[in-house]
């Protein structure tokens, strides 16, 4: 019995250190343009890669960094520039157009959130100008989208950063990137969104 025990520690052990080892995929990086801004963004993305486990976020290998483009996620997931001296609006807006790739996978259960935040929020703006995502459609997939980027900066940084985070992108949606109402209903419906995505089973790995 001793024996056996022994062995199930020692394999616990070897388990956790795999754990603790765990490492970012290496990802593709790509340049539109080959500007010193687009390199800039590049290698602050390459070392905040470095400096944190995002292992658990990655959902498509490929990058694009095209400082003329507002960030999506499909056909290829693509960045600008605009954040290159702002690691934690750059690192947010990754796991951000990597939970759309996550989301897409998830099939029906996505499609079931969506359309229950949908109803949940009759009021959703379309427009980017009104802190929308452009339509009303992309308004309520992105509740859930930055409810998830949330919770992904609470694990990441801590819940005082992940709501730093949250005040920035409303100030930068009021400049006109928009989201702003988006991000304002992450910030003050928590208990309700949370429980949305739980619901419908969009917990990423790690963040049940």
Same mark, same amino acid.
């Given at each position: 019995?001793?024996?056996?025990?022994?062995?199930?520690?020692?394999?616990?052990?070897?388990?956790?250190?795999? $754990?603790?080892?765990?490492?970012?995929?290496?990802?593709?990086?790509?340049?539109? +343009? @080959?500007? *010193?801004?687009? +390199?800039?963004?590049?290698?602050?993305?390459?070392?905040? &890669?470095? %400096?944190?486990? &995002?292992?658990?976020?990655?959902?498509?290998?490929?990058? &694009?960094?095209?400082?003329?483009?507002?960030?999506?996620?499909?056909?290829?997931?693509?960045?600008?520039?605009?954040? /290159?001296?702002? #690691?934690?609006?750059?690192?947010?807006?990754?796991?951000?157009? %990597?939970?759309?790739?996550? &989301?897409?996978?998830?099939?029906? #259960?996505?499609?079931?959130?969506?359309?229950? /935040?949908?109803?949940?929020?009759?009021? *959703?703006?379309?427009?980017? *100008?009104?802190?929308?995502?452009?339509?009303?459609?992309?308004?309520?997939? +992105?509740?859930?989208?930055?409810?998830?980027?949330?919770?992904?900066?609470?694990?990441?940084?801590?819940? #005082?950063?992940?709501?730093?985070?949250?005040?920035? %992108?409303?100030?930068?949606?009021?400049?006109? $990137?928009?989201?702003?109402?988006?991000?304002?209903?992450?910030? @003050? #419906?928590?208990?309700?969104?949370?429980?949305?995505?739980?619901? +419908?089973?969009?917990?990423?790995?790690?963040?049940?």
């Amino acid at each position: 019995m001793r024996k056996v025990m022994l062995v199930l520690v020692a394999n616990l052990v070897v388990f956790g250190a795999s $754990l603790a080892a765990a490492e970012t995929p290496p990802l593709s990086i790509e340049l539109a +343009h @080959d500007s *010193a801004r687009e +390199h800039q963004a590049r290698d602050q993305i390459e070392r905040l &890669l470095k %400096q944190y486990d &995002l292992s658990r976020w990655i959902f498509t290998k490929k990058i &694009l960094i095209d400082q003329g483009q507002r960030p999506h996620s499909h056909p290829v997931l693509t960045l600008n520039a605009r954040y /290159a001296t702002n #690691d934690r609006l750059m690192l947010s807006g990754l796991v951000h157009e %990597q939970i759309h790739w996550f &989301l897409v996978a998830k099939g029906r #259960d996505a499609n079931k959130a969506i359309a229950e /935040a949908g109803q949940r929020y009759p009021d *959703a703006p379309e427009s980017i *100008a009104n802190g929308g995502a452009g339509t009303r459609s992309s308004t309520t997939l +992105h509740l859930v989208v930055c409810q998830l980027e949330f919770e992904s900066m609470r694990a990441l940084l801590g819940p #005082d950063a992940a709501t730093a985070i949250l005040r920035e %992108q409303i100030a930068e949606g009021v400049s006109g $990137l928009g989201y702003q109402w988006i991000y304002q209903k992450v910030l @003050d #419906d928590q208990d309700q969104l949370s429980k949305l995505v739980r619901k +419908h089973k969009l917990t990423l790995p790690g963040l049940e």
